[in-house]
C-alpha cells in the first residue's frame, strides 16, 4: 500500500498477487448489473470513457446513476442519454439535500422521471446523524418523493441512519406502497433490515460488507438467511464503499476463493480514494463466500432482481 496525495491509503498489488490482465485474458465474465455507481461524481469527471469501458470489461452490463439533488438528477438523465442501454438515471433528493427543497421541485423531478431512461425515485429519505437538514424539512421531502413514486409508478431508492422509527412510521403511512423499494448502500443494524424485508424491500449491498464488524449486521443477514437472493442487489456505490478484500475480518478461506481476473480489476483500477463499477465481482464473489453459492448464481440473480425491479430490457 502507499498514501496517496490526500493522504488515503491506496490498494495496491503485491508480489504474492498475481495480477492478470483482465481484458487479454479469456475468462467468462458474470453477468452484472451495478445499481448504484456515483458517474456523476466530479472524480469521474476526466475519466469517465475508460471507467465505464473497465466496468464492460469485467462483466458489468448496466449501472443505475443514483441522485441526490435536482442538478444531479439533471446530469445523470444526460449521463444515461448519451450511453444508452448502459447507464441508467434516477430523480431525487436525497435527506442532506432536503433543505434545498422549492416550491417547484416536486414537477420537474416528476418532468426527469417520466423520461425511460430514468428508472427510479430517489435517493430519498430520512438521516439523522449529521445534521445537514432538519428532521421537519427530511420528513415532508421524503413523503413528497414517496407520492411522487406512487404517481409515475416507478421504484423508490431509499435512504436511511439514524432515523429508523420515524422512516418505518412515514412508510407504512404510505402502504401498500405497489412498487418495489430498495433500501440503497444498506448499513444498518439486523433489526432494522429484518424490518424492512419484512415490507417486501429490497436490500442494496456494497463494498461495506467487508467493514462490516459488528456482529449485527449485514453479514448476520446474510449467515442467518434472513436476507435471501431474490431480496439482493449488488451496488459499488462508487466512488465510495471500495471493497476491501484484504479486510482482518474476512477469513482466509474466503480470501483465498477470490479470482485472479477480480483480483486484477480490483487492485489495478480501484482504490480506497476511488472505487469504480469494475470491483463489482469482487463483491459478488464476497457475497457468495458469505452465502455458500456460486458467485455465477449471486450475479445472476442479482442482475435479474434489477432487470426485473427497473424495467430494463
Not at 154 to 172: N, V
Not at 199 to 204: A, K, S, V
Not at 234 to 251: C, E, G, I, K, W
Request: with cysteine.
Amino acid at each position: 500500500m502507499h498514501t496517496d496525495t490526500k493522504g488515503i491509503m491506496a490498494f495496491q498489488p503485491n508480489s504474492t498477487v498475481k495480477v492478470l490482465d483482465p481484458i487479454r485474458e479469456n475468462y467468462d465474465n458474470y453477468l452484472l448489473i451495478d445499481v448504484g455507481s456515483n458517474m456523476v461524481n466530479k472524480k469521474f469527471s476526466r475519466d469517465l470513457e475508460s471507467v465505464l469501458q473497465r466496468a464492460k470489461d469485467s462483466g458489468v452490463q448496466k449501472i443505475i446513476v443514483p441522485c441526490t439533488s435536482l442538478r444531479t438528477s439533471k446530469e445523470a438523465l444526460h449521463l444515461a442519454r448519451i450511453y444508452p442501454g448502459a447507464l441508467y438515471s434516477t430523480a431525487g433528493i436525497h435527506p442532506h439535500e432536503a433543505k434545498s427543497w422549492e416550491d417547484n421541485y416536486y414537477d420537474e423531478l416528476r418532468d426527469i422521471a417520466k423520461n425511460p431512461e430514468c428508472v427510479a425515485i430517489g435517493i430519498c429519505g430520512l438521516d439523522y446523524n449529521k445534521d445537514f437538514s432538519s428532521p421537519d424539512i427530511q420528513r415532508k421531502v421524503f413523503e413528497l418523493q414517496i407520492s411522487l413514486a406512487k404517481e409515475i409508478k416507478k421504484p423508490i431508492m431509499l435512504h436511511q441512519k439514524g432515523a429508523h422509527e420515524d422512516f418505518l412510521r412515514i412508510i407504512k403511512t404510505h402502504l401498500p406502497l405497489e412498487l418495489p423499494a430498495i433500501l440503497h448502500s444498506f448499513t444498518g443494524s439486523f433489526e432494522e433490515a429484518t424490518d424492512y424485508i419484512n415490507l417486501g424491500m429490497y436490500i442494496g449491498i456494497t463494498g461495506g460488507l467487508c467493514k462490516d464488524s459488528s456482529g449485527s449486521g449485514i453479514k448476520k443477514l446474510l449467515s442467518a438467511g434472513t436476507l435471501t437472493l431474490d431480496r439482493i442487489l449488488v451496488q459499488s456505490d462508487s466512488p465510495f464503499m471500495y471493497p476491501n478484500a484484504r479486510a482482518a475480518n474476512l477469513t482466509d478461506a474466503l480470501k483465498s476463493s477470490l479470482t485472479q481476473r477480480s483480483l486484477g480489476f480490483l487492485q489495478r483500477y480501484c482504490t480506497f480514494h476511488r472505487n469504480e463499477p469494475c470491483s463489482l465481482p469482487i463483491l459478488v464473489e464476497l457475497l457468495a463466500g458469505f452465502i455458500a453459492k456460486k458467485p455465477d448464481e449471486v450475479a445472476l440473480a442479482t442482475s435479474i432482481n434489477a432487470l426485473k425491479i427497473f424495467g430494463m430490457s
